[in-house]
């Protein structure tokens, strides 16, 4: 080989080795710059995700409450707070005075509605509570179980195929006897286990946190 065409060879080489070390460097440059396929794959499938996805809670709540001297009224607007829920109130077409609430009394109104199983003692207020899905039913214990008036809702409204948690108040007596009576009330109502809750509001957060609502 003559020294021209070795000359030739060695530029042409030199050439071809500054092309690929520049394609190299700049396809090294550009993977940096764009992100890779699989990153924008997981960032789209997050996104998908995102709009796919049911709120946890997407049912519509109602607290409704019946509170003769507004303890069960305070548990009741906490658990609305909490929960976002609308807050209704049971209200009595006669509204209890502290005679009528005298429990020492056998002849107070209380005492004679509570020893009538058929006492239904009216409600003043109405309400529409075919949109909820979820009820809260709260109120005082009277006499170990549920005021009559409670009833009185139960055959006024159709809760048939809700979710109702009954809530009580009470001097310390629990819920049990008040959930039966309901239970056998309607029996095709979803009856979640209630609680005797006081207007502490951690422990009414820990029962609502313990629920799925
Ligand atoms: C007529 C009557 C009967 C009651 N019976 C009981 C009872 O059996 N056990 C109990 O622990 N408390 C009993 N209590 C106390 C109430 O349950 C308690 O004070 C309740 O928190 C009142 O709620 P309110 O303020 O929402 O009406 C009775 C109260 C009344 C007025």
């Keep these: 080989m003559n020294q021209k065409l070795i000359t030739l060879l060695i530029a042409i080489l030199i050439i071809a ?8 460097v700049s396809s090294k440059e550009s993977k940096a710059n764009t992100p890779s396929s ?3 794959e997981n960032q789209l499938n997050k996104e998908d995700k995102k709009q796919n996805e049911t709120p946890t809670n997407d049912k519509k709540i109602a607290v409704i409450y019946f509170s003769a001297s507004g303890t069960t009224k305070s548990v009741a607007s ?13 209200v009595p077409k006669e509204k209890y005075t502290s005679a009528d609430l005298n429990w020492n009394d056998p002849n107070s109104r209380t ?17 529409n509570l075919d949109d909820y899905d979820v009820i809260y ?16 809702f139960m055959d006024t409204y159709k809760l048939d195929g809700k979710t109702v948690i009954p809530f009580c108040t009470s001097g310390g007596t629990g819920i049990s ?3 039966n009576t309901l239970k056998n009330y309607n029996q095709k ?13 951690s422990e009414i957060n820990n029962w609502l946190e313990s629920l799925k609502y």
């Design 78 to 90: 906490i658990i609305s707070q909490k929960t976002n829920a609308e807050l209704i109130e049971i």
């Design 177 to 179: 006897q008040s959930m």
């Design 17 to 24: 080795l500054g092309g690929t070390a520049i394609f190299l």
């Design 111 to 127: 005492s004679l509605e509570c020893n009538e199983a058929s006492s239904r003692p009216e409600i003043a207020s109405t309400m």
């Design 189 to 201: 109502v979803h009856w979640t286990e209630g609680k005797r809750l006081s207007t502490s509001e």
């Design 38 to 40: 699989n990153t924008q």
């Design 137 to 152: 039913l709260g109120y005082p214990i009277w006499w170990g179980d549920v005021p009559h008036i409670i009833l009185t």
